[in-house]
């Protein structure tokens, strides 16, 4: 049925699940929520005085709401699949799979489709907003046709590069790391094409066409614009029909490389390795009828001449994440491609600050944050995965019952992500003091970018960890703590568009924010505190938000000391409300008690 018995049982079951209608109606609720703030914003800074107005406002939320769909469908099209097939592989379910007689393409095709599957529900609940949009003018319905269109394009797309990368690669966090840095160099590709750094013109087209045909962003854009379809080249002369056609032809190669090598990727050559180690549980001696302690240690004592043990730190929590190939070999090549984006970040801003023009702060920021976006969704990732992998491997209840003390759990696998992704650290701020080198910024705010950011990477880096011991499901836990990090940019980078776009005294937008901001908390609770609630968790869920819409009107207006001050006060408390509990109350933090069962 379909395309297979693994799209079809997600396909009958999902409509079972709560959490599948309550996605669909926060995602509805979250989108006319935005559109009554910006509507509140807008009436309550300036005069609606006739139809044009009116127009003007339904095209300008259109070309706010329709991009944000983009970028968190993006998102969660590559998060959800390359997530569902790590999981298979933690959980070694992926090798039963391939045991039986599904074909490669229904294996492939089914656990794209159905991980995508929660994804287009939201995109298909979200048609009849946009469609009323259209009722305010401004926009035609074949403007919300080619938006929708690019959407599901570019989600097929992330999908099939997330369910791609997870096949094969093995560890978790190698796949959501190269899956978010394939996405950004390839968000990063279009935009250099369309600004030009690649010449003018390729074949005789010039390069903004070229954008439009190769990036998402790029033909979400175009796609937003009025145009009109009498084009002397037919339909392929538009670069937003043709953009739909490279991403079909991208999705296929995709899907096409997976089917074909699915099965010579999985099991893994360690795994393979690990068949024909004589110290390994999977090497027949380990089932030898003498026994296989006694084949075990035979096998052993036949190894040891060629064996060399280490010495391990009084913490060997922190000595395996340091130390060892925890998260596998393939760590390099995941470093390689941050360095590459760092290269050509580092190039954008060389060129932006060699400009003879004047150059001012936005051109600069434009360049370097969405490196810094980046670093801290690849902290948050390696923190959340440390936790999941040793639960599906099973390994987190063997640790949980030695003499290991909560301190040295938590600290060892914070300063374990910490050095594990150092350059996602460091490099940031080489070059934040390259942009206050060149004179762009003061040395005081350069002391606040620093301290901010070493604030947002403690915050993410405990976030992950939190949220991985709260949550027994890894595919929960991984959505949860990167959906977080996620929402929390995203929040703030449509806050400002609304500001921005609809001007006018900022002190007084914060009743037309407010239910943006208790939405905000609300979500920010659910990830944090639902499953283990406590008093401090609640306070910093209902700060966080108010604190950020501060730190933006602030920033708009010059205050940085302001939004330093603020921000470093609630994720650092924040941060302080997931480190106590995770000491204090370790064993109801990792599940092995609850809080009920325990006697005062």
């Avoid at 390689?336 to 702060?361: H, K, Q, W």
């Avoid at 991985?468 to 836990?477: D, F, I, P, Q």
């Avoid at 239910?515 to 499953?531: E, N, P, S, T």
């Amino acid at each position: 049925m379909l395309v297979g018995p693994v799209f079809t049982r997600e396909f009958v079951t999902a409509p079972r699940r709560t959490r599948l209608y309550v996605a669909r109606a926060a995602y509805v609720a979250a989108l006319l929520v935005l559109l009554s703030t910006a509507w509140q914003v807008l009436a309550g800074t300036q005069v609606v005085r006739n139809v044009g107005d009116l127009s003007r406002f339904g095209a300008s939320v259109f070309a706010i709401l329709a991009p944000l769909q983009l970028a968190i469908v993006l998102f969660f099209s590559s998060l959800s699949a390359a997530s569902a097939v790590a999981a298979e592989k933690d959980r070694q379910t992926l090798v039963l799979l391939l045991m039986t007689n599904l074909s490669n393409a229904e294996l492939v095709l089914g656990k794209l489709l159905a991980s995508m599957l929660n994804v287009l529900v939201l995109v298909a609940a979200a048609v009849p907003v946009f469609m009323l949009m259209a009722l305010l003018g401004g926009i035609s319905f074949e403007q919300i046709g080619r938006a929708f269109a690019v959407t599901l394009a570019s989600a097929l797309v992330a999908g099939s590069l997330g369910s791609t990368l997870a096949l094969w690669r093995e560890k978790t966090f190698q796949t959501l790391a190269m899956t978010a840095l394939a996405l950004v160099l390839w968000l990063a590709a279009g935009e250099l094409v369309a600004q030009g750094a690649m010449g003018s013109q390729w074949w005789g087209i010039s390069t903004s066409h070229w954008a439009i045909a190769i990036s998402p962003w790029q033909a979400m854009l175009e796609a937003t614009r009025p145009f009109t379809e009498a084009q002397s080249g037919g339909w392929l002369s538009s670069p937003v029909n043709q953009f739909l056609l490279v991403s079909l032809g991208a999705a296929l190669a995709l899907n096409g490389l997976a089917t074909a090598m699915v099965r010579v990727w999985n099991p893994s050559r360690e795994a393979r390795r690990g068949a024909h180690d004589p110290r390994s549980e999977n090497h027949p001696l380990a089932q030898s009828p003498a026994g296989p302690a006694t084949a075990m240690q035979a096998a052993t004592a036949a190894a040891r001449p060629i064996a060399r043990s280490r010495p391990v730190w009084d913490n060997p929590i922190i000595w395996r994440e340091m130390r060892t190939w925890a998260y596998g070999r393939k760590m390099l090549v995941v470093r390689a491609a941050y360095l590459v984006l760092f290269a050509l970040t580092a190039a954008g801003m060389y060129a932006v600050l060699e400009r003879s023009d004047m150059v001012g702060r936005e051109d600069a920021a434009l360049v370097l944050v969405p490196l810094l976006i980046l670093s801290l969704v690849l902290v948050n990732a390696q923190a959340v995965t440390s936790l999941t992998s040793e639960r599906d491997a099973r390994a987190l209840d063997l640790l949980l019952v030695t003499d290991l003390t909560p301190k040295e759990f938590i600290f060892g696998k914070l300063g374990g992500v910490l050095y594990n992704t150092k350059e996602m650290v460091l490099l940031p701020m080489a070059l934040c003091g390259a942009i206050w080198y060149s004179g762009l910024v003061s040395l005081e705010n350069l002391l606040y970018l620093l301290g901010g950011w070493l604030v947002m990477c403690g915050f993410v880096a405990m976030l992950g960890v939190h949220v991985g011991m709260n949550y027994v499901n890894s595919k929960s836990a991984i959505a949860a703590s990167l959906g977080t990090v996620f929402f929390l940019f995203i929040g703030v980078a449509v806050c400002m568009r609304i500001m921005v776009a609809f001007s006018g005294s900022f002190q007084v937008q914060l009743t037309p924010f407010l239910a943006f901001i208790i939405g905000g908390g609300a979500g920010l609770y659910a990830a944090l505190g639902w499953r283990n609630p406590s008093g401090a968790i609640q306070m910093a869920s209902i700060l966080c938000p108010f604190a950020i819409f501060y730190a933006i009107t602030s920033f708009l207006i010059g205050y940085t000391l302001g939004v330093f001050l603020v921000l470093a006060f609630t994720f650092g408390f924040t941060t302080l409300t997931m480190l106590i509990p995770a000491l204090s109350e370790f064993d109801v933090a990792t599940g092995r008690t609850s809080g009920a069962g325990e006697e005062g």
